[in-house]
């Protein structure tokens, strides 16, 4: 198989400057992967947004008091569980991704954004809400979530693992899946699909950049369809 890059990085670059999630997304459509769209309350806080990295995916939980002194569970002891060791983990183009919280406080901020940048982070989307929005689109880093609620996961969620297989909708994340986000959602693309998606997406895209250049010369859609396949 044909490839236009070498290493990840080389892709992430390509990725940004000539293609967008919806193209990609079709290319999976056609390779089988039919239901690798998160849910659509998943947006970006800005719309300027792009953000493609290997999936580092966090399972969060809800809990009922900050530190439990009767229980069974060492994690129950430690605010935020093991957040921290998680983010920590964090390496240079993953995603911070987490789920399995319910919908009543925030999974990111401000001082997670600052961390994850400092260590490389590609970018953070949440199954629910973040906070800190301010902070956040001042440090421009690449954040999904339902949007902006300030409550805080302290005394109501914990992270009980990470890097373990997570769901979001009913689309699995494992670790080293493709996330590929922007305006118009987050795409999940199988580690194992990553190459054949991208490279069938970049020559749609080129292709694209033809048809486009037939419509304003004047060709129909109908001729530009028969012709390059591509609409």
Known sequence: MKTFWKNDSELYEIAKKELFVALVGDVLDKMGYLHQFLPPNIKPLNNDFVLIGRAMPVLEADVFEEVSDSTHNPIMQKPFGIMFE?????????????????????LWGGLMSTRAIKLGGAGAVVNGWSRDTKEILNLDFPTFSYGGYAQDQGPRGKVIDYRVPIEIGG??????????????????????????????????????QLVKKALQDGMSTVDAFNKFGIM
């Open 86 to 106: 998680a983010l920590d983990s964090l390496k240079e183009g993953e995603v911070y991704i987490c789920s399995g919280a319910s919908p009543e406080y925030a």
């Open 171 to 208: 689309i699995r994340i494992r670790p080293g899946d493709m996330v590929y986000g922007d305006l118009d959602g987050v795409l999940i693309v199988p580690k194992e699909a990553v190459d054949e998606a991208f490279t069938g997406a970049i020559e749609k895209a080129r292709g694209e």
